[in-house]
């Protein structure tokens, strides 16, 4: 999931905006979060990946992700415009477990978050999950498509354990449309859980 489709070219940032927007991106290793804040960025993210070693394999739990070559110590950090006056700024967590004290400060001020899953290890979904329920943080569930079988949404509905109002939804980590449709159903699902306003739709999250 390393590589990202190509997309048109972006606009350029307006030079002021009146409100920020903290969302973060979270879930366990290798699922995929570092992938989309690359490809919805407007602006080039900030990423603080480093070059896995054999060492690190001693530490982190790598089964399902072999392939793996660089991973997030602290996190990524990429800026979307809504509109004139409000902007979306994307915190991608790291996923492996000796970064997980990092996940309560990252949520600090977050207006929601994205749970990306990959549907072959649930389970390291679980500690997100189970965060963002303690501290009461609007949140989504995206599965991202490693290639693998699809699953019925009400078997992973179950399996991970989801309120019936928390979306659910597929997605491919590499597309910035895909990417889209993920930050339009979490801002979507704020508002209907706060605001009760209209919801979103593609024209206002001009990306």
């Not at 415009?81 to 977050?110: I, K």
């Amino acid at each position: 999931m390393d590589s990202v489709t190509s997309d048109p070219p972006r606009s350029p940032l307006g030079a002021t905006a009146d409100n920020g927007l903290k969302i973060v991106i979270v879930g366990g290793f290798g699922v995929g979060k570092t992938t989309l804040v690359r490809s919805v960025s407007e602006i080039r993210p900030l990423s603080t990946e480093e070059t896995m070693t054999e060492a690190g394999e001693h530490v982190d739990d790598t089964d399902g992700v072999r392939g793996k070559r660089a991973t997030t110590v602290a996190f990524d950090f990429g800026r979307i415009t809504l509109d004139a006056r409000n902007v979306l700024y994307l915190f991608g967590a790291p996923g492996q477990e000796r970064f997980w004290f990092l996940w309560d400060r990252l949520f600090s001020g977050t207006l929601g978050a994205v749970v990306l899953v990959d549907t072959r290890r649930i389970d390291d979904s679980w500690y997100a999950i189970d965060r963002l329920e303690h501290r009461g943080t609007p949140f989504i569930v995206a599965c991202n498509d490693f290639g693998g079988p699809a699953h019925p949404p009400g078997r992973l509905r179950e399996a991970l354990d989801l309120d019936p109002d928390v979306p659910l939804l597929d997605c491919d980590a590499r597309s910035r449309a895909s990417g889209k449709r993920v930050l339009i159903t979490l801002v979507e699902h704020v508002r209907n859980r706060y605001a009760r306003q209209a919801p979103v739709t593609e024209q206002e999250l001009a990306l």
